[in-house]
Structures are given as C-alpha cells and as structure tokens.
C-alpha cells in the first residue's frame, strides 16, 4: 500500500497532480479542498490512498493525514465510492465534514452534489460515533457552535447580508476561534465584510 509520496510536482490542476518521484510520475486524484492547500514550490508530501478495483488502481491524494482519514471514513460508508468522497471534501473542508457528521446535520450533508438524504442519513448513522472518538470532539461543544453560528446567521440576514456568504465568513471565523459567543461572531464577520 502506498501511504505518502515526497517528490516534485510535475503537474496540477483543480481534480489531479502528478508527483514525480525519482523519475516515476504518480498520478494522484485531489479534492479541490487539497488543491487549495498544495505550495507553490515544487517539493512536497502528500498522504495518499490507493484505491483497488477489479479494473482500476486509483491513488487520491490529500494534504494532511485528516483529511485522509475522513476520506477512508467516508468510503467505509455502503453507497459511498471515492468519487463521493472526494466531491464532499471538495465541497466541504475536513473540519465541516466532521461537524457535520457529528452533529447530525442531514441538510448539509445533503447538499453535496451526488448524495441524497438516505446516504446523509446512512453517513451519520454509520460514521457519528467515529467521527467524535477518532477526533476527540466534545458533541455538546459541536452542538453549541452550530446554534451560536445559526444565530450568528439570523442576525446577519436580519441586517441585509446574504445567507450563503454570511455562512462562509463565520466558518472561516469559527475555525480560526472556535470558542466565541454569538455577540463576538457577529461583531467579528461583521468586521469581514
């Protein structure tokens, strides 16, 4: 099984990279969440996994041992290939995938491109317990977070700002400070705006 490769990278674009290590061209299919995250210079490491099927070896590659992990937690899910997988964890960073899952948030979940509500269902169902003990997430704290961030988002569409941008600026904030109130998330993406 190969784990990680070192080498130069060769080639990217938003869905693959081609990792050159010692003369050996890897193709590796990357989320767009990977992508994002990949240097500039031309070294670098990448945690992989290889899929095997009856008439395919497909290696995914991810930046961090996280978000692979989430991706073989995903796949372990029956109706859920690695195409799925990957297209939530380009729709969705690791962190909101685990929250969502975690909280048991079938809407969001749902919204990803390709999984309907009985796969939602079936990926909390399957993966809640995991997800907080493979992570060490506290669900009281998950379930704090998410109501002061749909309070947060009440009072910003109150105010005139869109939903779906209002969304992604107190994600943003909630990743860097976790820890705050509603009254401090408002001020804070208000201030982002």
Not at 20 to 44: A, K, M, Q
Not at 64 to 70: D, F, L, M, P, Y
Not at 153 to 179: C, H, M, N, W, Y
């Amino acid at each position: 099984m190969i784990t990680q490769l070192k080498g130069r990278l060769v080639e990217k674009n938003p869905t693959h990279i081609i990792v050159d290590c010692n003369g050996v061209g890897y193709l590796l299919h990357i989320s767009l969440h990977t992508f994002g995250l990949l240097p500039n210079d031309e070294l670098l490491t990448v945690y992989t996994h290889l899929s095997v099927k009856e008439d395919s070896h497909t290696l995914f590659g991810f930046s961090s041992k996280v978000e692979r992990e989430i991706f073989r937690l995903l796949i372990s899910v029956s109706g859920v290939g690695p195409s799925i997988a990957r297209t939530m964890l380009s729709s969705m960073n690791p962190q909101e995938v685990q929250q969502a899952i975690a909280s048991g948030n079938v809407a969001v979940i749902q919204s990803v491109k390709g999984i309907g509500a009985k796969t939602a269902q079936r990926l909390i169902l399957d993966l809640k317990d995991k997800v907080l003990k493979t992570f060490d997430l506290d669900e009281n704290t998950l379930l704090s977070d998410n109501t002061f961030k749909e309070e947060a988002l009440s009072a910003l569409e109150v105010l005139g700002f869109a939903r779906k941008i209002s969304e992604k600026v107190l994600d943003r904030i909630l990743q860097q400070t976790p820890s705050l109130s509603v009254e401090e998330l408002i001020k804070k993406a208000l201030k982002s705006f």
